[in-house]
């Protein structure tokens, strides 16, 4: 058996036991333990199981800061910003408390106060300096800062995991690989995702990291093998075109289709049912999967009033280039570089934009930096929002 599954095994151990939970601290906590499930194999139909007990919890008990904060974590997951403040305003105190705080940093984060994300994470690393602490410092620094500085902190972030917290050793390790994978060291990165799949056994996330290299590096049929394991286990909308999109790599376009109409059909439902986090998804996918300029712009519009950081703002702005509106698209990618973030995808499409509205040295500058962050930016990716 593996870790993954030793993990799961726990949690359904304790979710029998608490089937009929009688009074306030088996409620609250078989409401957690749903939720800790759902984060763990990051199934929808396992969230919308938290969901409903979380509902049933507050009914039963009222607004308990543990029920509060795991709905402003749930909110999170799925973009629902207000939702998360609502939550953490339902318990007294629960706002400045330290996983309150947590949250707060992340709906900074989201919504394009980055100077003040960063700053609440130095203070609660100040105040307390784990490795979850330190990880969300160094998240920051891998977007506006400098890549060895990410390193660095992320590393010191593992010298503070003990050897009973190897999900989160392998957590910090996907990041390390990430980072290395988004500079084009593809050897680097495999030698992190061994690590995190060595320390932390069967997990699915692994795999799903793994695949996006082997496509990266034209291993297509491990890849594909990988993906299909993870589709079993979570078979999710976005792993799902990401599957199409290596079919697409592959040369194969019809295997693809089949793929993207799965991710399309998931995506538009959770959406229906609240799913606003995979309004950026749709924007990506009606930007370059099946082109459909319009309805691109429309979900992009949609995710920045929901939110508006970098990341809308550039989805916007090719959304809109692909509309054939440059000047305009042109205006959101400049409010995307104005954010700081130094990452090649971002800059090569503002590139195309800035060639698109007449701006010829800026597409130079910018091609330049995004060829200078990865080299081979332009191949086999996963759209991680």
């Given at each position: 058996m593996t870790a993954y599954q030793r993990d799961l095994e726990k949690i359904d151990r304790d979710l029998e036991s608490l089937e009929q939970p009688v009074g306030t601290e088996q409620t609250v906590r078989r409401v957690c333990r749903l939720y800790q499930r759902a984060a763990l194999?990051?199934?929808?139909?396992?969230?919308?199981?938290?969901?409903?007990?979380?509902?049933?919890?507050?009914?039963?008990?009222?607004?308990?800061?543990?029920?509060?904060?795991?709905?402003?974590?749930?909110?999170?997951?799925?973009?629902?910003?207000g939702e998360a403040k609502r939550a953490l305003g339902m318990a007294p105190g629960l706002a400045k408390s330290f996983p309150g705080r947590v949250v707060l940093a992340d709906i900074d984060m989201q919504e394009g106060r980055y100077k003040q994300a960063r700053e609440a994470c130095e203070a609660m690393i100040a105040e307390d300096r784990t490795w979850d602490n330190l990880a969300r410092l160094a998240y920051w620094e891998s977007k506006f800062g400098e890549m060895t500085e990410a390193e660095r902190i992320?590393?010191?972030?593992?010298?503070?995991?003990?050897?009973?917290?190897?999900?989160?050793?392998?957590?910090?390790?996907?990041?390390?690989?990430?980072?290395?994978?988004?500079?084009?060291?593809?050897?680097?990165?495999?030698?992190?995702?061994?690590?995190?799949?060595?320390?932390?056994?069967?997990?699915?996330?692994?795999?799903?990291?793994?695949?996006?290299?082997?496509?990266t590096v034209g291993k297509y049929e491990e890849a594909i093998r990988l993906y299909e394991r993870v589709l079993e286990e979570t078979p999710r909308p976005e792993l799902q075109q990401a599957f199409g999109e290596l079919y697409v790599a592959m040369g194969e376009p019809r295997a693809a289709e089949v793929w993207f109409d799965r991710a399309l059909e998931g995506f538009l439902k959770a959406s229906d049912n609240g799913g606003v986090h995979y309004y950026h998804h749709l924007v990506d996918f009606y930007s370059d999967v099946r082109q459909d300029a319009p309805r691109a712009v429309e979900w992009a519009l949609k995710d920045c009033e929901l939110r508006t950081n970098y990341a809308t703002q550039a989805a916007l702005g090719w959304a809109l280039f692909r509309n054939g509106r440059f000047r305009k698209a042109e205006e959101m990618m400049d409010q995307a570089l104005a954010s700081g973030v130094r990452d090649a995808h971002l800059f090569a499409k503002a590139a195309t934009v800035k060639a698109a509205a007449g701006q010829a040295v800026a597409f130079d500058a910018l091609s330049r930096r995004a060829f200078a962050l990865n080299p081979h930016h332009d191949g086999f990716h996963v759209h991680r929002a």
């Open positions: 194999t990051a199934r929808l139909d396992e969230f919308a199981a938290a969901e409903a007990a979380l509902a049933e919890g507050f009914a039963k008990v009222g607004p308990w800061a543990d029920l509060c904060l795991v709905k402003a974590n749930l909110a999170m997951k799925f973009h629902r910003l992320y590393l010191e972030a593992e010298d503070e995991l003990t050897a009973k917290e190897m999900r989160g050793y392998t957590w910090v390790e996907l990041q390390l690989g990430l980072l290395d994978l988004r500079a084009g060291r593809y050897q680097d990165a495999e030698e992190h995702y061994r690590r995190a799949g060595a320390a932390y056994t069967g997990y699915w996330l692994v795999d799903d990291h793994m695949a996006e290299l082997l496509g």
